[in-house]
């Protein structure tokens, strides 16, 4: 009988540990929402003072996009979401009522963090200000504005499940691999999409000519023409610094945010590992 105590002791207690390891940690947080562009995306910048409050404009081919209040605030936020509602939101689009989100919220890059980061970021954003700010619904056109249709976008063009390394390259090669496809979603803005908005993987980062607010956004694969071939490593991390462009130019709209908000309070070592990662991809030309 006190065998069985004992055993029954140790794993309560192994599983009471299990938990505490699971639990989100908000200062490692913080640094996620960096990660996944929380900031920038979320943020007014004409109300600064109420951060990751929504309200932030997204123009596109589609509509206009409005992004959501992520505060902690219970009637205008997400302060009555469940940790299983926030991972759900995040790797499979759905709202905690079974809505479908848009891909405008990139969860279908989001899909590849890793379970603890989706956890150490949701301690982050209950920890933060609850900012009461109902951000008005998404204005789109026709047939985007049918919600319902979402649930058959996601059959043909989405395919969740976390990151997975690959076991041939370096543990360097694959932080870049899942910064850039995870959290950092750069292929959501980089990459072309089409008439269903759907990124189109033949031309992952090679830039569009149709891009937020009607503006080009530039091609991040090593193509020496189109893309940054010409870059070093060093410049790119000094770009996701600074904003400063090798060869005497600056970063423009929407990126000069990401940099601000973003890029630029990643750590040295998280900066390298993209710059190699992005360098190391097929050369594509922009479409």
């Known amino acids: 009988m006190r065998g069985l105590v004992a055993a029954l002791l140790v794993l309560a207690g192994f599983s009471c540990g299990s938990l505490a390891a ?20 979320h943020t007014d910048p004409k109300k600064k003072d109420a951060p990751l409050a929504g309200g932030v404009e997204l123009a ?35 709202a905690p009522a079974g809505s479908h989100y848009y891909p405008a919220f990139p969860f279908t890059s989001y899909t590849r963090m890793r ?12 920890a933060a200000r609850p900012v009461r700010n109902a951000v008005r619904p998404h204005d789109l056109r026709f047939p985007y504005n049918y919600r319902i249709a979402l649930a058959a976008w996601k059959w043909l063009f989405f395919r969740p499940g976390e990151f997975k390394a690959d076991p041939a390259k370096s543990a360097s090669w694959n932080r870049g691999a899942y910064l850039v496809t995870g959290p950092g979603h750069c292929g959501e803005c980089h990459t072309k999409r089409n008439f269903l908005g759907a990124t189109d993987d033949s031309h992952a980062l090679a830039g569009t000519r149709d891009g937020l607010d009607g503006k080009s956004v530039p091609n991040i694969t090593p193509h020496p023409k189109d893309g940054i071939g010409l870059w070093s490593t060093a410049d790119l991390v000094n770009f996701l610094k600074t904003g400063d462009v090798p060869f005497g130019e600056t970063a423009g709209a929407p990126m000069d945010g990401v940099i601000a908000e973003n890029t630029s309070r990643w750590t040295d070592d998280d900066l390298k590992a993209t710059a190699n990662y992005l360098l190391s991809l097929p050369q594509r030309k922009t479409p």
């Open 22 to 41: 699971a639990a989100g940690d908000p200062k490692r947080g913080e640094y996620v929402a960096r990660l996944g562009g929380c900031h920038s995306c």
């Open 60 to 94: 596109s081919p589609y509509g206009t996009f409005y992004a959501p209040n992520i505060t902690p605030d219970p009637a205008t936020g997400i302060g009555r979401w469940s940790e299983r509602d926030f991972i759900r939101a995040m790797t499979e689009g759905v």
């Open 115 to 126: 379970r603890q980061d989706l956890l150490d970021l949701k301690a982050y954003l209950d």
